[in-house]
């Protein structure tokens, strides 16, 4: 089983598929909690539950390619997310996936589907991590292997391991205290 996540501003979306990859189908909706990141841990709960075998995180770019503020977010996101699940014992892959169009994509299914555009907050982001989480898989299927960019380990330090006030210092995310230590970073 493997989990597909939106990450907004204010909101996380969650998705799953089936036990053979076929079909992602939406899991819930979080708010986002950028302060006390509860949402990751939530997160990282529903893949122990689900006894997930990876997780993609949608990685937001322009439609030239560009990576901008919220890839930036989704990126911190991530490897946070990778800290926490190392710190419930948990070393299931974490990979962001290129996700341009799909919150586009997921508000204009809704609106075919004849839901009202106030009641979109709701389930956008459950339907984005769904396409998040479904063009993953299709992608897999199509390569036969292994796909999306790892978020790797050591990106963050898992608090109990000697640099605890560090990762205590960066759990907010914000570009600021990411772009030091990422070695994706483009300064």
Not at 130 to 138: C, N, P, R, T, W
Not at 147 to 161: H, K, Q, R
Request: charged share 25%.
């Amino acid at each position: 089983m493997k989990l597909g996540v939106d990450v907004g501003m204010v909101r996380v979306g969650l998705a799953a598929c089936d036990p053979d990859g076929i079909l992602a189908t939406p899991v819930k909706t979080l708010t986002r909690d950028a302060k006390r990141n509860s949402d990751i841990r939530l997160v990282a709960k529903e893949a122990g539950t689900r006894n997930a075998v990876e997780v993609f995180v949608g990685l937001p770019r322009t439609l030239k390619g560009a990576e901008k503020a919220s890839a930036e977010m989704a990126r911190g996101y991530a490897a946070l997310l990778v800290t926490e699940l190392a710190r419930v014992g948990l070393d299931t892959p974490v990979r962001l996936i290129d996700e341009r169009l799909t919150t586009v994509s997921a508000h204009q299914a809704l609106h075919a589907a004849g839901l009202d555009g106030r009641e979109h907050r709701k389930v956008v982001d459950q339907a984005a991590a769904v396409g998040i989480l479904q063009h993953a898989l299709d992608m897999q299927k199509g390569k036969n292997g292994i796909v999306g960019e790892l978020v790797p380990a050591d990106v963050a330090t898992v608090p109990g391991d000697g640099a605890h006030s560090r990762t205590e210092e960066g759990l907010a995310i914000t570009t600021e205290a990411l772009t030091p230590r990422t070695p994706w970073s483009a300064s």
